[in-house]
């Protein structure tokens, strides 16, 4: 069974943590954390504990763990991005995370190296899903879309045919995204929003229709 580290914690790490377990392929031998202490035991029911900090990721590296990366900017995406940027895991290190219950045409679509696909997750044919990207649960992607590398689908998530996704983008839980935007990297998009309008890079964008609330540096 292959060893598999978390880089992360509680939320998107303990729901990467479930489906690894329930794939079967994987050995969840604990998380990179670098907020909660070494030794703390992480969940409210299964408990998997802390073993290090990010900066011990090259020990695990040479001693051919397989890794999945569970953060989530939220608060700034382009700085979360830079972070996992520099831990230089190999892809063939990475883990993809699938539930069985995903629903895609598999050779009408290309996914990457360390994606998540939560429960009942859906994509359409001509769809591409770049490294590291996190679809949560019951989102869907639409036909001829692109999803740069860590951009984020929180639950319900819409993302319509032809639109273009950026690096590290939050697309927040019940959002809909129209077909043929383009949403800049690093951009955050908020819960319930309907994005009827091209989102700028590092924006965060609110409402219905949504607009702009602020664009980070």
């Given at each position: 069974m292959k060893k598999l580290?978390?880089?992360?914690?509680?939320g998107i790490g303990m729901i990467a943590a479930s489906i690894a377990d329930?794939?079967?392929d994987y050995e969840v031998c604990?998380?990179?954390n670098d907020v909660v202490p070494v030794g703390t035991q992480i969940g409210?029911?299964?408990k998997?504990?802390?073993?290090?900090?990010?900066e011990d990721i090259e020990y695990y590296i040479k001693q051919g763990y397989y890794f999945f990366i569970a953060y989530v900017g939220l608060q700034n995406e382009k700085a979360t991005f830079k972070k996992i940027e520099r831990l230089e895991i190999p892809n063939d290190q990475f883990a993809s995370l699938i539930h069985p219950t995903a629903q895609f045409p598999k050779?009408?679509?290309?996914i990457g190296n360390g994606v998540l696909m939560a429960p009942l997750v859906q994509l359409s044919p001509d769809t591409t899903i770049s490294d590291n990207c996190i679809l949560l649960a019951n989102s869907f992607v639409g036909h001829d879309t692109f999803l740069d590398k860590f951009a984020h689908v929180a639950t319900n998530?819409?993302?319509g045919a032809n639109v273009y996704g950026g690096k590290a983008i939050h697309i927040g839980s019940n959002s809909t995204i129209r077909e043929k935007i383009k949403i800049g990297n690093?951009?955050?998009i908020g819960a319930g929003s309907m994005v009827l309008k091209d989102v700028p890079e590092n924006s965060v964008v609110v409402g219905n229709p949504s607009r702009i609330l602020e664009v980070r540096e």
């Open positions: 580290i978390i880089l992360g914690g509680s329930e794939l079967g604990g998380f990179l409210k029911y299964k998997i504990e802390v073993v290090g900090k990010t050779e009408y679509c290309k998530g819409v993302v690093y951009a955050l």
